[in-house]
């Protein structure tokens, strides 16, 4: 069965750069989700978008923007880059409309270092 | 707002013994309820959910969880521990009729002991 796609699964920048994570979700699933997980950390929420518009914002920082296109598939854009910025980035789908409660599958995460 | 607590990072077990992993939630409506596990370098994996149908869930790799509401707890167990369940385990709430975005605890590691 097809998975959340992420791309790139590794990823290292310089400080004050920038960085594009892709992601590509199952198929019909109509809801992405982007978490950040720190080194030893619970994965923190940023944004999610239904039907390629934004549905809930997270604690995502003013310098990350992300957005989903036409054929569903979604990118965290990172700019201004900040050690912190250093996480494993989980990419997530789900169809919003499934009765009960909320599954999320989620890709293997690109992780980010900024050295 | 709902939240999750994890009581302990780690847990350490020997191989055949039985697993308990704590998760105690805070919800201001019936929440629905997830054991979410997290392999080294990989995403996390749905074990089980509880979706106000059976308050005992049955989930994979022979985990299972109660929901005790009178408790707020959601508790995560297997009867024998594998070497191969050392993992990160997450418990995760959302909340029935509102917001679907999952709110995570901060994970307890399971350390398998030969």
Not at chain 1, 56 to 72: E, L, N, T, V
Not at chain 1, 94 to 109: D, H, P, R
Request: include cysteine; proline fraction near 5%.
């Amino acid at each position: 069965a097809a998975g959340v796609i992420q791309s790139p699964r590794h990823l290292i920048k310089e400080k004050r750069e920038t960085a594009t994570l892709k992601c590509y979700p199952i198929p019909r699933h109509d809801t992405v989700y982007w978490y950040q997980q720190g080194p030893g950390q619970d994965p923190q929420f940023l944004i999610s978008f239904y039907e390629k518009m934004q549905s809930d914002k997270g604690s995502i920082p003013d310098r990350f923007s992300a957005q989903q296109f036409s054929d569903y598939h979604s990118e965290l854009n990172m700019s201004s880059l900040e050690l912190g910025d250093s996480a494993l980035y989980f990419c997530a789908s789900s169809l919003q409309g499934a009765v009960g409660a909320n599954v999320l599958t989620f890709g293997a995460g690109s992780r980010l270092t900024v050295l | 707002a709902q939240s999750v607590t994890q009581l302990g990072s780690h847990v350490s077990v020997s191989e055949g013994a039985l697993v308990l992993l704590r998760c105690n939630y805070s919800s201001s409506v019936p929440p629905y309820l997830f054991w979410y596990v997290q392999y080294p370098n990989q995403g996390l994996q749905l074990l089980l959910k509880y979706t106000s149908a059976a308050t005992l869930v049955k989930g994979i790799n022979g985990f299972e969880a109660e929901f005790k509401k009178s408790e707020t707890s959601f508790h995560l167990t297997k009867p024998s521990a594998h070497m191969s369940d050392a993992a990160e385990y997450f418990c995760a709430v959302t909340l029935s009729g509102g917001s679907y975005i999952p709110t995570f605890g901060r994970g307890t590691s399971l350390i398998v002991h030969p």
